[in-house]
């Protein structure tokens, strides 16, 4: 294990704490301009999420409007009634986005899809690092904020329905994760830097309870605006 990753891991509640867990349910609120430039601005607001933590499955609930939910796969994602019954589904989603940009508008699928895989990874991670096939590499540390932040380069397998195939994670000198770099590939490369604040402790599990995501500049610091993504986390559970 690469010493970051170890040290970032065991800052978070460690292996032998999340591997005791499967599931975790939230709160979650979500905003920011993404959502209208998208065409699906209904998406923001106060949401139910449940998700296994050792596969990529999840839930959202409401999704777009009352009575309805979402269910996500990595190779599949649909709406349901809250009984049950299957309104849209969509297979290999990721397929959908072949030849989108930033400004490309999204139908409800395709908005399932990118909320399921995303907030997805951002509960797993950094314990999503110990599995099979993540390429994990220390790279040039990183000033911001009266901090050093050492940086972990971590290349993805491809089973994993994520933003890109490589990322850079910024840690703190206590080990948690204070921001998160990627390209957004289903955007054609959109890029964001996502900030991690917040942090509180559920059941021996490190949350952070408060994201930000914007727009990395040609300096590598973030544009003030637009604030693209905003997701505000609380009622945490695991079991």
Do not use: C
């Not at 399921?116 to 990874?121: D, I, S, V």
């Amino acid at each position: 294990m690469n010493e970051l990753a170890q040290l970032s891991i065991d800052a978070h509640g460690g292996m032998k704490r999340w591997n005791a867990l499967s599931q975790v349910s939230a709160r979650i609120d979500t905003g920011g301009v993404l959502w209208a430039l998208k065409g699906v601005p209904e998406f923001a607001g106060v949401a139910r999420i449940d998700a296994s933590l050792h596969e990529q499955r999840r839930s959202h609930e409401p999704f777009m409007k009352p009575g309805q939910r979402m269910r996500f796969e990595a190779g599949r994602v649909a709406i349901e009634s809250l009984d049950g019954q299957v309104l849209e589904v969509r297979r290999n989603p990721r397929d959908a986005f072949a030849g989108h940009t930033l400004e490309t508008p999204w139908d409800r699928l395709h908005a399932a899809y990118f909320a399921g895989y995303a907030m997805w990874n951002y509960l797993a991670i950094p314990f999503l690092f110990a599995e099979d096939g993540f390429g994990l590499e220390e790279i040039e540390a990183w000033e911001e904020n009266g901090e050093t932040w050492r940086r972990l380069q971590v290349r993805f397998p491809a089973g994993v329905a994520t933003h890109s195939a490589e990322q850079v994670f910024y840690i703190g000198p206590d080990g948690l994760l204070r921001r998160h770099d990627y390209d957004v590939e289903v955007a054609q490369g959109a890029r964001g830097a996502h900030y991690i604040h917040d942090y509180k402790e559920f059941d021996g599990i490190m949350v952070p309870t408060r994201r930000r995501v914007y727009i990395p500049g040609p300096d590598n610091n973030p544009l003030p605006e637009p604030l693209l993504v905003s997701i505000d986390i609380s009622e945490v559970r695991f079991e």
